[in-house]
């Protein structure tokens, strides 16, 4: 039980923060200007430069492992309804740690999601 | 032809907004196919491994072997690569919190892919879950996707 909690905590707050770091990375590289694969290349190789690419790759590395863990002894349509906290974490996160400005349509949004993805996998 | 798109995608003429729009929506149509794929072949091999025991150290070499000696895993591990890729140009153009929900399409996706290729049944109440995440989606498309400046 307790382990559990550890490995759920680790793949949504772990792997969330993970995404985020992430999301600051490529803030800080830039955007993809041309949309051709030597473009999309030579932007994820410029954002290989950040360290918050190596922070996320880190943590989400961290939150994989967990979840080939909890998946070893828990059934998908327990874990996945579960993780779906991650887009509020997410949500709240982009506000506190990127400066995103999230309208109330957008909160709307990620509560229906989160609802959708809890049922989808229940009634797998 | 993929070219001559790639080439409209680029030009001028198309307004700035509407450019940044479509190339997001693209990298999100690459995520909610390669992800969902990714994890459900990473599920399918953990089953086929049976619980992991980390206890004696000793076997964790043959665990390892166990783990990663199919061809299912590295398929996963291909196609969440795939996925991170896509979800990483999308990051450098939209918010996190419009292309994380987004990618939640997904299980729509693989609802269908069930449908027609594996000739699966879908419940009701998976349908309605499906519709949620849509319903969610829209009002998430309603928002502009950057609200932040991109440092340079």
């Given at each position: 039980?307790?382990?559990?909690?550890?490995?759920?905590?680790?793949?949504?707050?772990?792997?969330?923060?993970?995404?985020?770091?992430?999301?600051?990375?490529?803030?800080?590289?830039?955007?993809?200007?041309?949309?051709?694969?030597?473009?999309?290349?030579?932007?994820?190789?410029r954002a290989l430069r950040s360290k918050w690419i190596w922070i996320g790759v880190a943590m989400m590395t961290i939150a994989f492992f967990s979840l080939l863990l909890l998946l070893s002894f828990e059934s998908v349509s327990f874990v996945v309804p579960v993780t779906a906290l991650s887009y509020l974490v997410g949500a709240v996160g982009g506000i506190f740690f990127l400066g995103e400005k999230v309208a109330w349509q957008r909160w709307v949004g990620i509560g229906l999601v989160c609802l959708g993805v809890t049922i989808v996998v229940a009634t797998k | 032809m993929t070219t001559e798109f790639a080439k409209t995608l680029d030009q001028p003429s198309q307004g700035m907004h509407t450019r940044l729009h479509l190339k997001t929506y693209i990298l999100i149509a690459?995520?909610?196919?390669?992800?969902?794929v990714g994890n459900l072949l990473l599920a399918k091999?953990?089953?086929?491994?049976?619980?992991?025991?980390?206890?004696?150290?000793?076997?964790?070499?043959?665990?390892?072997?166990?783990?990663?000696?199919?061809?299912?895993?590295?398929?996963?591990?291909?196609?969440?690569?795939a996925f991170i890729s896509a979800y990483m140009?999308?990051?450098?153009?939209?918010?996190?919190?419009?292309?994380?929900?987004?990618?939640?399409?997904?299980?729509?996706v693989i609802a269908v892919l069930g449908v027609f290729i594996l000739h699966e049944s879908v419940s009701p109440l998976h349908w309605l879950g499906i519709v949620i995440i849509c319903l969610g989606v829209s009002f998430i498309r309603n928002t502009h996707p950057r609200t932040t400046e991109n440092s340079r």
């Open positions: 039980m307790i382990l559990e909690a550890i490995l759920f905590a680790l793949i949504i707050v772990v792997g969330t923060g993970g995404e985020l770091c992430v999301g600051r990375a490529m803030q800080e590289t830039g955007q993809l200007e041309r949309f051709r694969p030597g473009a999309a290349v030579s932007l994820l190789g | 690459i995520m909610i196919v390669t992800g969902p091999n953990m089953k086929r491994v049976g619980t992991i025991s980390m206890w004696p150290p000793s076997q964790l070499p043959e665990l390892f072997i166990r783990v990663f000696g199919s061809f299912t895993i590295w398929a996963g591990i291909a196609c969440l690569i140009l999308a990051l450098s153009l939209a918010d996190y919190s419009f292309v994380q929900p987004a990618a939640a399409l997904g299980y729509g």
